[in-house]
């Protein structure tokens, strides 16, 4: 018996089909046997986890603490490359028109969301140019202030910002950033007048709060959490669907009867469209297991980031949900990027 037979499709093609129908058939039959081949063997070779910031951001820090483990998991080396500009947008497009093979992946933050419609033009389709494999971690930001302003809870700032229209200022780590974009929903929602300070960054936002340059700054946690706890600065709310871990004590948005407001960030893993589906289930089992270990996890909320995991279908979900309802804010706060 022949232990490797001609499949039937190949072995009809060539025995009634015309020469085209038989080369078509072949065709096909040898690119499934090629795909199949790439998800036994995945990965072969080091993978490229592309961040589109410089080094130093939390979206890049994220992308740091999951690749050794990732590496670990794989037997290759997933090497964290850097491609800043744009807003994220360059290192995004380059993995967007990679060779969908696995071997090219973004770790991609809330931008991936909101620059769909900062935007005018993009050079891929967020949508249908990549694929989502697993969500990283959610994040909520803090509304702080500084102890010059002299309020102590969230009610109180809200007075005080109606009481004197468009004097308050807010900072944020830049125009477009989700800490801008959680400002301006906030105004909408709470209906009040406070001006935007975008800085070049959130360093540079939160030295000039500690110093009492700006009053007040929609920030991640990350970079303002032990100031909060030294009593530096004094955190009115957080803005995410539940407490922080890293910050207890402090109320949620919600809570303080401002639901709308709420405003989440999306740390989660993608690949470009067209990656064979057993690899993408690879890639999805190797992050979950990768966030589910003690010491990842730790190191995330350290950073301020909610360990999160799931299916990629899952991820996806959110990024169809995320990207109009922020639609509809940037268009009534009128921001643009380009």
Known sequence: MNSNPVPCGILNAFLHGGRRTFQRVLCVALMSFATCALAQSYPVKPIRLMVGYAPGGLTDGVARTLAPRLSEVFGQQVVVENRGG??????????????????????????LISNASLFQKLPYDTLKDLQPIALVGAASSVIVVHPSLAVR?????????????????????????LTHLAGELFKQVAGVDIMHVPYKGAGLAVVDLLGGQVPMMFSSIGP??????????????????????????????????LAPATVVGYWGMLAPAGTPSDVLEKLNNAVNATVKRPDIYQRLVDQGVEPAGGTSSNYEKILRLEIPKWAEVIKRANIKID
């Not at 809870?153 to 950033?177: E, F, H, M, R, V």
């Open 153 to 177: 809870d969230l009610k109180a700032l809200i007075a005080l910002a109606k009481s004197k229209p468009g004097a308050l200022n807010y900072a944020s780590g830049g125009n477009g950033t």
């Open 86 to 111: 744009g807003g994220s947008t360059i290192g995004t497009d380059v993995v967007a028109k990679a060779q969908a093979d696995g071997y090219s992946l973004l770790m991609a933050d809330q931008a």
């Open 224 to 257: 303002v959490a032990q100031h909060i706890k030294s009593g530096k600065v004094t955190a009115l709310a957080v803005t995410g669907e539940s407490r922080s871990s890293a910050l207890h004590d402090v109320p949620t948005l919600a809570e303080l009867g």
